[in-house]
């Protein structure tokens, strides 16, 4: 089963924009840039992975993403998430892949075996695997396969949307939840709970995350 990754990310100037209160603009950038690093690095490092496409219309993310081996989409004026994701999905269609995994470049304690057990959740039938955030509403994960039998619903409770999509869709549907896979940085207590996480193990690899606190 040939596996593609397609991580979007905003421009750096836009992102974390709910942490404005507790890290500075440098801070906020650097962590995206980190966390970017980090997500690429895993995917890189999954044997299930044949490929990773970063999609942004920021040159400078596109331009870090390539350094770290990944291909890049860029996108076209200010198309939205979804379509911007159909537009990529379109792409790896095009090389025949089997499926598609959706992550967003915001899961610090993303690890191998996350990526992996979803994976393993396939069993040569078209059906959907979703990641929920901690809270259950948000998707931090969607692993599609075949390509294209799921529309994308990101954004406000797209868990709840991506759920009802995948019934309508009649494609068998996997919930993956675990405790890493679902930390994504979002507000202050995100970022609290990980640097909660890395004081237990003593290793951060996040720079300029304490700020604020």
């Not at 939205?80 to 959706?102: D, F, K, M, P």
């Not at 470049?105 to 979703?130: C, H, R, T, W, Y």
């Amino acid at each position: 089963m040939v596996l593609w990754a397609i991580v979007p990310i905003k421009p750096l100037e836009q992102s974390k924009s709910r942490l404005r209160d507790i890290l500075s603009r440098k801070s906020r950038v650097e962590l995206s840039k980190d966390l970017l690093t980090q997500t690429l690095q895993v995917l890189d490092s999954s044997p299930c992975i044949e490929k990773t496409l970063v999609v942004s219309r920021d040159t400078a993310v596109l331009a870090l993403a390539r350094s770290l081996g990944a291909h890049t989409v860029a996108e076209k004026g200010n198309p939205g998430l979804n379509t911007a994701l159909e537009r990529a999905t379109a792409v790896a269609r095009g090389y025949g892949v089997s499926g598609i995994l959706i992550l967003p470049a915001d899961l610090p304690l993303l690890n191998v075996e996350d990526i992996q057990s979803m994976a393993d959740l396939l069993d040569g039938k078209p059906a959907v695997v979703i990641a929920p955030d901690r809270h259950r509403i948000g998707t931090n994960a969607l692993l599609v396969s075949p390509p294209g039998i799921l529309a994308y619903s990101f954004g406000e409770e797209s868990f709840k949307r991506h759920m009802e999509l995948a019934e309508r869709a009649d494609v068998q549907v996997h919930v993956y939840q675990d405790e890493d896979i679902g930390l994504d940085i979002d507000v202050p207590e995100d970022l609290q709970l990980l640097n909660d996480e890395r004081r237990k193990t003593q290793n951060s690899i996040l720079h300029g995350v304490n700020d604020g606190f």
